[in-house]
């Protein structure tokens, strides 16, 4: 009898067990098949659309050279959405100015020519960049909205004019940046001896052991990352086409005129335009000008110690040669 109840309950279960085997199979295909299409999905989602294009912020560090605590800091125009890079011996005296005028500020020299009164950021009102919070300049530099502008000039032509100024010019400038630098007594006394005999080849020579903002590589002046944030670079040898570009190309936000219009058309030199007689008062740039101090050996050291400013093409500086 047991037996027989054994042999009932054996079957009932192997009756079950083919019963449910299809709808085990069933549900676990079901489940699998979901999972996958789950971890497809979510592999899906961890890749880069094809369509979509990454754009990323550069950074802005304290480091970074454009905050650097010096008189060319980046001068920031809200107005107008303009953050200027002013350049040593690129006018930027002229151009401060300029964005004194943009900012309804007394726009003409000091009397007695004390420029510094207009080039000093600690007492010229201007606003530069690094009075922002370090986020909001960052967010600033990396705004397509805002224009970022430079100029610059030709190495040799920009380092001749470093020389008339601040070596033949104001040797005070360089004899308290540059010979007092210089250890032993006789060596002081030899560069002021060559500042007087007015030598640019000594000149040339100490621009690698006396660093300046005036004589450094504009290159350098702004960090390798915001070049490419730079979508203006103005050059001096066309400075008032150059100017004129840009003043046409910012519009105010109060009144929808442009820079051209309200400061830059007029009102200049004898009611001129900005820059029009190009009165930056760096004239060195005829190539009659610069053989008088050059040498071939000089223009050869020039063209190998600056050789960063003609090799990057963000600049678009193109060679002065003055000798075959």
């Known amino acids: 009898m047991t037996r027989h109840y054994l042999s009932i309950i054996l079957a009932c279960c192997m009756l079950l067990m083919h019963n449910i085997t299809p709808l085990v199979t069933s549900v676990r295909n079901q489940w699998c098949s979901s999972n996958a299409s789950i971890s497809h999905n979510i592999d899906s989602s961890l890749q880069p659309s094809p369509s979509r294009k990454e754009t990323r912020n550069v950074q802005l560090l304290r480091s970074d050279s454009i905050l650097r605590d010096w008189w060319e800091k980046p001068v920031v125009v809200e107005e107008y959405s303009l953050i200027f890079f002013p350049i040593p011996k690129v006018a930027c005296t002229e151009f401060k100015l300029l964005f004194h005028r943009m900012m309804g500020l007394q726009y003409s020299l000091p009397s007695m020519g004390n420029v510094h009164r207009i080039q000093n950021p600690s007492i010229n009102k201007l606003k530069t960049l690094d009075?922002?919070?370090?986020?909001?300049?960052?967010?600033?530099?990396?705004?397509?909205?805002?224009?970022?502008?430079?100029?610059?000039?030709?190495?040799?032509?920009?380092?001749?004019?470093a020389f008339l100024n601040k070596f033949v010019m104001d040797r005070f400038y360089f004899r308290t940046m540059c010979c007092s630098q210089l250890i032993r007594k006789e060596d002081q006394n030899h560069c002021d001896d060559m500042m007087y005999e007015k030598n640019f080849s000594y000149f040339l020579e100490s621009t690698q052991w006396c660093f300046d903002s005036h004589w450094e590589p504009q290159y350098f002046m702004i960090d390798a990352k915001w070049w490419s944030?730079?979508?203006?670079?103005?050059?001096?040898?066309?400075?008032?086409?150059?100017?004129?570009?840009?003043?046409?190309?910012?519009?105010?936000?109060?009144?929808?005129?442009?820079?051209?219009?309200?400061?830059?058309?007029?009102?200049w030199d004898h009611n001129q335009?900005?820059?029009?007689?190009?009165?930056?008062?760096?004239?060195?740039?005829?190539?009659?000008?610069m053989v008088q101090y050059y040498?071939?050996?000089?223009?050869?050291?020039?063209?190998?110690?600056?050789?960063?400013?003609w090799q990057h093409e963000e600049l678009g500086l193109e060679k002065i040669r003055l000798f075959k």
Do not use: C
């Open 273 to 289: 335009a900005f820059m029009e007689s190009n009165s930056a008062g760096h004239a060195t740039n005829t190539t009659a000008k």
């Open 131 to 161: 009075e922002y919070p370090i986020w909001k300049a960052e967010e600033m530099l990396n705004n397509p909205n805002y224009k970022k502008a430079v100029f610059v000039r030709e190495p040799k032509e920009r380092i001749l004019s």
């Open 229 to 267: 944030r730079i979508d203006f670079v103005g050059h001096m040898h066309n400075i008032f086409n150059d100017s004129r570009t840009l003043l046409k190309s910012l519009v105010s936000k109060k009144d929808g005129l442009t820079a051209w219009d309200k400061v830059g058309k007029d009102g």
């Open 295 to 309: 040498t071939r050996e000089l223009e050869l050291f020039v063209e190998e110690k600056y050789a960063v400013e």
